[in-house]
């Protein structure tokens, strides 16, 4: 096994587009990294310069201790799985699986012995003669992972391997790969644009914005101190509330947060945090989870300091949770209520904010004060 180490990479297309900017990056042996952001913020790229498939227009890449950016895919000793399977249509699943290691001239009995114990640790030796086509999604899934697990790789690779799963299936092949990296304990970075998936996998999650690393930290981390709004609103579901706001003090000694149409008292052990931002533009955030009905007495007290009115245009429920699309004034808001608040739409409603769960950001970096 090995760590894989980025220093100030750089992937530029046409000598202008800057498709990975600047990236600095460990990934420690035996762990799991989830690189994760929107379509085009270069974390396919990424990988794919990892693998040897693009070329470093600039900076390292480490596997271990050799530098590889001048060696070819087949000598870097890693295994990529692709989103789309990549299987070979006119073998069946045990040539599928062989293939590589008969390229690489293995003898016969390793190769039948590597083939199989894969097999069995991904549940699929039953299907070792057929063909891919007479193979479900997920199964094919699970023998591009077969073939990647029998090249014994120092690292694993996997580029949205199961974007094409449907929900449910997507579930259960996630579960299967985390129990499988735990017993092969190998190096895998793993690219996704599904939040969910990121915050549920990853031993780490590496935020990716426009080819610019925004942050890099355990999923955990990330979610509760967003370094900057980016990350906070596209880690979490619903995403982040926003509002732009001023940072005033109170004839009292309080501080609030004014925006345009409620004011909140900052928490006192976050005064320290903002006494510069005084008279300065600011953007709070409030996650829909971070929102509780003022007339539920069992999660937080209600008071003038966190409490703003709404108006309620849309509530969905959805069994144990619901979901409430509403209005302060001009501004949208959504909140996540648990599944026994009746109310109906078109009426106004009391909200609480968690104020020690808000956020703080600076309008003009966009990055977090708190």
Do not use: W
């Amino acid at each position: 096994m090995a760590s894989v180490t980025l220093t100030n990479l750089f992937k530029r297309f046409d000598g202008s587009v800057c498709a990975v900017n600047d990236v600095n990056l460990t990934i420690n042996d035996k762990e799991f990294m989830v690189l994760v952001g929107p379509s085009g913020c270069g974390k396919t790229t990424t990988m794919r310069m990892i693998a040897g498939l693009e070329e470093v227009s600039e900076g390292d890449i480490h596997i271990g201790s050799r530098r590889v950016n001048d060696l070819s895919p087949k000598d870097r000793d890693i295994a990529m799985v692709f989103q789309n399977y990549a299987l070979y249509p006119h073998m069946n699943v045990y040539d599928n699986m062989a293939f590589g290691l008969k390229i690489r001239k293995l003898p016969k009995e390793e190769i039948r012995k590597r083939v199989e114990e894969a097999a069995k640790l991904l549940g699929i030796t039953e299907y070792l003669q057929r063909k891919p086509k007479a193979l479900s999604g997920g199964q094919r899934q699970r023998v591009a992972v077969g073939r990647a697990i029998v090249r014994e790789p120092q690292v694993f690779l996997m580029d949205e391997p199961l974007s094409n799963l449907d929900a449910q299936l997507r579930v259960q092949t996630r579960a299967e790969l985390i129990k499988l990296h735990r017993r092969l304990g190998i190096t895998t970075i793993y690219v996704t644009h599904d939040q969910v998936e990121a915050m549920t996998m990853g031993d780490r999650i590496a935020v990716m914005k426009g080819g610019i690393l925004q942050q890099c930290d355990t999923p955990m981390q990330v979610y509760n101190h967003p370094a900057n709004i980016f990350v906070a609103s596209f880690i979490g579901t619903p995403a982040t509330n926003f509002f732009p706001a001023v940072v005033t003090e109170a004839a009292g000694g309080d501080f609030l947060i004014e925006s345009t149409d409620f004011s909140v008292t900052v928490p006192k052990d976050r005064e320290s945090l903002i006494k510069d931002y005084v008279g300065k533009d600011v953007v709070f955030g409030i996650r829909p989870t971070d929102i509780y009905d003022a007339n539920k007495k069992d999660h937080i007290e209600s008071i003038p300091g966190n409490t703003v009115k709404a108006n309620v245009e849309v509530v969905e429920h959805m069994g144990d949770k619901v979901t409430i699309y509403a209005t302060i004034g001009k501004h949208q808001i959504i909140a996540v209520f648990d599944g026994e608040y009746k109310a109906k739409d078109d009426h106004t409603a009391c909200f609480v904010f968690d104020l020690l769960k808000s956020h703080l950001f600076e309008a003009e970096s966009q990055k977090a004060i708190y």
